[in-house]
Nanobody
Framework: QVELVESGGGLVQPGGSLRLSCIAS????????MGWYRQAPGKQRELVAS???????KYSDSVKGRFIISLDNPNWMGDLQMNELKPEDTAVYSC??????????????????WGQGTQVTVSS
């Protein structure tokens, strides 16, 4: 069972920065893709950034140029560096990871896991 734990959320003033971290635990062979999602009150969850194990990244238009996603595969962790934060960035941020883990017979089986979420509030 792969588990993800996020950290780094909090309260920051507009224009400030925060760095979110997502650490995976379990018997993992590889993480193929990690994504950061956010959900604000009354809004649908949206994907803000994703990264593959090859380092290919994608960003939503709303965060492009301000957020940077990274993945440290050997250590099963990823980060989301958030700069120039705006009040509209306020949301619960969750990480999602997909990859391969050790199966019942020792071979690789796919997994997908979600973290519990961390609150980011941008306010003066």
């Amino acid at each position: 069972q792969v588990e993800l734990v996020e950290s780094g959320g909090g309260l920051v003033q507009p224009g400030g920065s925060l760095r979110l971290s997502c650490i995976a635990s379990g018997e993992i062979f590889n993480i193929y893709n990690m994504g950061w999602y956010r959900q604000a009150p009354g809004k649908q969850r949206e994907l803000v950034a994703s990264i593959t194990k090859y380092g290919d990244t994608k960003y939503s238009d709303s965060v492009k140029g301000r957020f940077i996603i990274s993945l440290d595969n050997p250590n099963w962790m990823g980060d989301l560096q958030m700069n120039e934060l705006k009040p509209e960035d306020t949301a619960v941020y969750s990480c999602n990871a997909a990859g391969a883990q050790v199966g019942p017979t020792g071979g690789a089986v796919p997994f997908e896991a979600w973290g519990q979420g961390t609150q980011v509030t941008v306010s003066s």
